[in-house]
């Protein structure tokens, strides 16, 4: 049975039906006639202060959730500012639907105002889009657009739509079926594929599970554990994937890469098998692509078939859900005992005794850099001191920068989807905003959003969305008064000609955050951090907490730009001892 209604509020129905609860958005001319429907629908909006936040605030409540993040612009402006959060979750493969509106169907192609070719731009920064300019055509864009955002390899889908669908009138039919001859899912991965990989797992003697955000995406955790306690194999997660095995469990080392540990860059190169598990072998994590795991067969499943082979070919690749995989993995290898002549069963078990004797000693020779200061609050004593009081279970976001990488090292994640932060695309101003998505999706959990001084400033106006919303994230920014990232590549690698990366003007955090209503401090001594973190975890509502920290500590280890990731730079350079005549 069908039912006559607006475009805007056939738009509102197709919502609800998706189980959206709240949406992040920004009004404007054409979208009036939608946010006249919301006025009194059940659907909570979030009025953001900035249309690229409401795309953060909506990956951050898909990357807490699982669930598609939705947000919405108007035209022209709106939806142009949209971008850079598409682009951040089509890196990072978030899904999200983005809604905007668009100019009278009669009017598109005649610059009118606030016009742009929304549909073109965002092209080639989404999974897919659609341009509405009928309204027949509408509920199924929206149905589709949930679909194709949730299934395969997640990301954002946009659907334009322009004013005349939104204040048209018909009659309303819903979608029960979404049929796309175009789109294929490969979900269960190829059983003779399986096989072989449980062979060379079984066959292996140094092997290394390589897990990333695809683990996540796929709701894989328990498989990914179970599949190391049938095999004792040791894990790196990426800087994607951190929380999808417990920072706490015996097998994880921790994360490789271009800022990862000396033990998981060191396990990469000597391994013997990688089992890849929904990554994509991205620069950051092998370096010079060429000298990568240089002794090692390569697993790799992953769910979309453009990733396998892309960057590395591998020796076992399968086009799979890696839930499902992994699930079929497990049994088989339970299933399946090793067979290999006798004697070679003792000499492997030895060979694994010994490899896991080789990463416990890499992990104790060149631990994380966790130093304090006794005048000045050290980056590594905010983490240390952070994930103190999360105890591996709070959700932080972060921006992007020193920061991030600190927080990745030294902060715990015992389960998934508690660290959300902007990886592939790297958007400075994510962390304060994918904060309130998070909050909003979870409101029951303590929310720390840590940001540097440059990031923070970029995201400054969501202080009134945290504020009118009552959410009680606490926001930390680690305070080194330079773009610190850029900063230490310039003082390393550019002869220290530190050009245009002094923050030298910070607002009063008291102040500020006083300005919206709510508490806020900064503070410069180590003594004062233990106890002003307390506060603002106490606190019941928001609370801006703003750390001066030194200025010239650099992130190690670090892997030179060009460099294979065991050519790590362990620590800041040493003087060379001149001879006395």
Same mark, same amino acid.
């Given at each position: 049975?069908?039912?006559?209604?607006?475009?805007?509020?056939?738009?509102?129905?197709?919502?609800?039906?998706?189980?959206?609860?709240?949406?992040?958005?920004?009004?404007?001319?054409?979208?009036? /006639?939608?946010?006249?429907?919301?006025?009194?629908?059940?659907?909570?909006?979030?009025?953001?202060?900035?249309?690229?936040?409401?795309?953060? @605030?909506? &990956?951050?409540?898909?990357?807490?959730?699982?669930?598609?993040?939705?947000?919405?612009?108007?035209?022209?402006?709106?939806?142009?500012?949209?971008?850079?959060?598409?682009?951040?979750?089509?890196?990072?493969?978030?899904?999200?639907?983005?809604?905007?509106?668009?100019?009278?169907?009669?009017?598109?192609?005649?610059?009118?105002?606030?016009?742009?070719?929304?549909?073109?731009?965002?092209?080639?920064?989404?999974?897919?889009?659609?341009?509405?300019?009928?309204?027949?055509?509408? /509920?199924?864009?929206?149905?589709?657009?949930?679909?194709?955002?949730?299934?395969?390899?997640?990301?954002?889908?946009?659907?334009?739509?322009?004013?005349?669908?939104?204040?048209?009138?018909?009659?309303?039919?819903?979608?029960?079926?979404?049929?796309?001859?175009?789109?294929?899912?490969?979900?269960?991965?190829?059983?003779?594929?399986?096989?072989?990989?449980?062979?060379?797992?079984? &066959?292996?003697?140094?092997?290394?599970?390589?897990?990333?955000?695809?683990?996540?995406?796929?709701?894989?955790?328990?498989?990914?554990?179970?599949?190391?306690?049938?095999?004792?194999?040791?894990?790196?997660?990426?800087?994607?994937?951190? *929380?999808?095995?417990?920072?706490?469990?015996?097998?994880?080392?921790?994360?490789?890469?271009?800022?990862?540990?000396?033990?998981?860059?060191?396990?990469?190169? *000597?391994?013997?098998?990688?089992?890849?598990?929904?990554?994509?072998?991205?620069?950051?994590?092998?370096?010079?692509?060429?000298?990568?795991?240089?002794?090692?067969?390569?697993?790799?499943?992953?769910?979309?078939? @453009?990733?396998?082979?892309?960057?590395?070919?591998?020796?076992?690749?399968?086009?799979?859900?890696?839930?499902?995989?992994?699930?079929?993995?497990?049994?088989?290898?339970?299933?399946?005992?090793?067979?290999? /002549?006798?004697?070679?069963?003792?000499?492997? @078990?030895?060979?694994?005794?010994?490899?896991?004797?080789?990463?416990?000693?890499?992990?104790?020779?060149?631990?994380?850099?966790?130093?304090?200061? &006794?005048?000045?609050?050290?980056?590594?004593?905010?983490?240390?001191?952070?994930?103190?009081?999360?105890?591996?279970?709070?959700?932080?976001?972060?921006?992007? *920068?020193?920061?991030?990488?600190?927080?990745?090292?030294?902060?715990?994640?015992?389960?998934?989807?508690?660290?959300?932060?902007?990886?592939?695309?790297?958007?400075?101003?994510?962390?304060?905003?994918?904060?309130?998505?998070?909050?909003?999706?979870?409101?029951?959990?303590?929310?720390?959003?840590?940001?540097?001084?440059?990031?923070?400033?970029?995201?400054?106006? &969501?202080?009134?969305?945290?504020?009118?919303?009552?959410?009680?994230?606490?926001?930390?920014?680690?305070?080194?008064?330079?773009?610190?990232?850029?900063?230490?590549?310039?003082?390393?690698?550019?002869?220290?000609?530190?050009?245009?990366?002094?923050?030298?003007?910070?607002?009063?955090?008291?102040?500020?955050?006083?300005?919206?209503?709510?508490?806020?401090?900064?503070?410069?001594?180590?003594?004062?951090?233990?106890?002003?973190?307390?506060?603002?975890?106490?606190?019941?509502?928001?609370?801006?907490?703003?750390?001066?920290?030194?200025?010239?500590?650099?992130?190690?280890?670090?892997?030179?730009?060009?460099?294979?990731?065991?050519?790590?730079?362990?620590?800041?350079?040493?003087?060379? @001892?001149?001879?006395?005549?």
């Amino acid at each position: 049975m069908s039912t006559l209604m607006s475009g805007a509020r056939m738009l509102a129905e197709c919502l609800a039906r998706e189980g959206v609860d709240c949406m992040f958005g920004y009004p404007g001319g054409v979208t009036l /006639p939608f946010y006249d429907v919301l006025y009194d629908h059940q659907i909570r909006h979030i009025l953001v202060r900035h249309e690229e936040n409401a795309a953060f @605030a909506a &990956e951050g409540y898909a990357r807490a959730t699982g669930k598609v993040g939705v947000c919405c612009a108007t035209s022209g402006p709106g939806a142009t500012n949209l971008t850079t959060g598409l682009v951040d979750a089509m890196m990072d493969s978030i899904p999200i639907v983005a809604i905007t509106g668009q100019v009278t169907s009669k009017l598109i192609g005649s610059d009118a105002f606030q016009e742009a070719d929304t549909f073109g731009i965002t092209r080639p920064c989404t999974k897919h889009n659609y341009l509405v300019k009928r309204l027949e055509d509408l /509920p199924q864009a929206i149905h589709e657009a949930f679909y194709v955002a949730s299934t395969g390899r997640p990301g954002p889908v946009l659907v334009d739509i322009t004013k005349d669908v939104l204040q048209a009138q018909g009659h309303y039919v819903p979608v029960t079926s979404i049929h796309l001859p175009g789109y294929k899912v490969f979900t269960e991965g190829h059983t003779g594929q399986i096989r072989r990989a449980a062979q060379l797992i079984q &066959e292996s003697e140094r092997p290394l599970v390589y897990a990333g955000g695809g683990i996540i995406a796929a709701d894989a955790s328990e498989e990914l554990r179970e599949f190391v306690r049938l095999t004792d194999t040791p894990v790196v997660n990426t800087l994607m994937g951190l *929380g999808s095995m417990p920072t706490e469990h015996p097998n994880f080392i921790s994360m490789p890469g271009m800022h990862g540990s000396y033990a998981a860059n060191m396990a990469m190169t *000597g391994a013997d098998l990688l089992i890849a598990l929904g990554v994509r072998f991205d620069d950051r994590v092998t370096g010079r692509l060429a000298a990568f795991a240089p002794h090692a067969k390569i697993i790799h499943v992953d769910i979309d078939p @453009a990733e396998v082979g892309k960057n590395r070919n591998p020796d076992v690749p399968i086009v799979g859900d890696v839930k499902r995989v992994l699930s079929k993995l497990n049994k088989i290898l339970v299933e399946t005992p090793a067979e290999a /002549p006798p004697g070679n069963n003792e000499t492997r @078990a030895a060979a694994r005794r010994g490899w896991w004797h080789q990463i416990r000693e890499w992990k104790a020779a060149h631990p994380y850099d966790t130093s304090t200061s &006794e005048s000045e609050i050290k980056p590594q004593h905010l983490m240390a001191e952070i994930d103190r009081l999360s105890g591996g279970q709070a959700i932080v976001t972060s921006d992007v *920068g020193q920061h991030q990488m600190w927080a990745a090292q030294l902060i715990r994640f015992n389960e998934p989807r508690l660290w959300i932060n902007s990886g592939g695309l790297g958007s400075m101003g994510f962390g304060l905003p994918s904060a309130i998505g998070a909050q909003m999706a979870r409101p029951e959990k303590l929310v720390f959003s840590i940001s540097g001084d440059g990031g923070f400033q970029m995201a400054i106006p &969501e202080l009134a969305t945290v504020a009118n919303q009552g959410l009680p994230i606490k926001i930390i920014v680690m305070n080194n008064g330079y773009l610190g990232m850029v900063r230490q590549w310039q003082t390393l690698f550019y002869n220290d000609r530190l050009s245009s990366v002094e923050l030298s003007c910070f607002p009063d955090a008291e102040k500020l955050a006083g300005a919206y209503g709510f508490k806020g401090r900064t503070i410069s001594k180590p003594w004062e951090l233990a106890a002003a973190l307390k506060e603002a975890v106490d606190e019941p509502g928001p609370y801006l907490l703003n750390v001066k920290v030194t200025p010239f500590e650099c992130v190690y280890p670090m892997v030179p730009a060009g460099s294979a990731i065991n050519e790590m730079v362990l620590g800041p350079p040493q003087p060379v @001892a001149v001879p006395a005549d």
